[in-house]
T-cell receptor, first 116, second 112 residues
Framework: DAGVIQSPRHEVTEMGQEVTLRCKPI?????LFWYRQTMMRGLELLIY????????DSGMPEDRFSAKMPNASFSTLKIQPSEPRDSAVYFC??????????????FGPGTRLTVL | AQKITQTQPGMFVQEKEAVTLDCTYD???????LFWYKQPSSGEMIFLIY??????QNATEGRYSLNFQKARKSANLVISASQLGDSAMYFC?????????FGAGTTVTVRA
């Protein structure tokens, strides 16, 4: 079974450039989450979608970050313009969201972003 | 305010011994879930075990067990019979509604 798929796995870019991270959730999952992991701040939830609708984007750091989920099988996280402090590992996760069941989140392999 | 607290930045354990990783949480919601994830050096996040706030019994999954003390708001992970492959970072997380909040993690190093 295919898990959560993220691309690219590694991205190196220069400050000011646009960066687009991609995620394909597990088929049938109806919730999708974007996280950022850094040494300083640990794992932070940036935004999550339920049935393709953004539910909570309070973790998005600033207007330079945007996320979309045009359909149930694809999501993007865009940073424009990128800055060195955006360097981190970005994880996408998906789950089958029903209350009162486990509905653990399955994580993708992550995208390691380096902004020079 | 910190929702999940893991007070042990790093731990060493001898192979074949048990290790307990501490996790305390803070919530006023009566319905929540507690998770433990493992992150090996390769970077992926691996789900280990889950405890629901209404579950009466402690969760177990193979060598992993969760010591859930609701009144103390603690959800410690016990790994029994440690193996070299258990060396990794371990994260405790709490789900409220659909959102997961993660602790800072504990690095476990298993010694041969």
């Amino acid at each position: 079974d295919a898990g959560v798929i993220q691309s690219p796995r590694h991205e190196v870019t220069e400050m000011g450039q646009e960066v687009t991270l991609r995620c394909k959730p597990i088929s049938g999952h109806n919730s999708l989450f974007w996280y950022r992991q850094t040494m300083m701040r640990g794992l932070e939830l940036l935004i999550y979608f339920n049935n393709n609708v953004p539910i909570d984007d309070s973790g998005m750091p600033e207007d330079r970050f945007s996320a979309k989920m045009p359909n149930a099988s694809f999501s993007t996280l865009k940073i424009q313009p990128s800055e060195p402090r955006d360097s981190a590992v970005y994880f996408c996760a998906s789950s089958l969201a029903f209350r009162l069941v486990v509905n653990e989140q399955f994580f993708g392999p992550g995208t390691r972003l380096t902004v020079l | 305010a910190q929702k999940i607290t893991q007070t042990q930045p790093g731990m060493f354990v001898q192979e074949k011994e048990a290790v307990t990783l501490d996790c305390t949480y803070d919530t006023s919601d009566p319905s929540y879930g507690l998770f433990w994830y493992k992150q090996p050096s390769s970077g992926e996040m691996i789900f280990l075990i889950y405890q629901g706030s209404y579950d009466q019994q402690n969760a177990t999954e193979g060598r992993y067990s969760l010591n859930f003390q609701k009144a103390r708001k603690s959800a410690n992970l016990v790994i029994s019979a440690s193996q070299l492959g258990d060396s990794a970072m371990y994260f405790c997380a709490m789900r409220e509604n659909d959102k997961l909040s993660f602790g800072a993690g504990t690095t476990v190093t298993v010694r041969a």
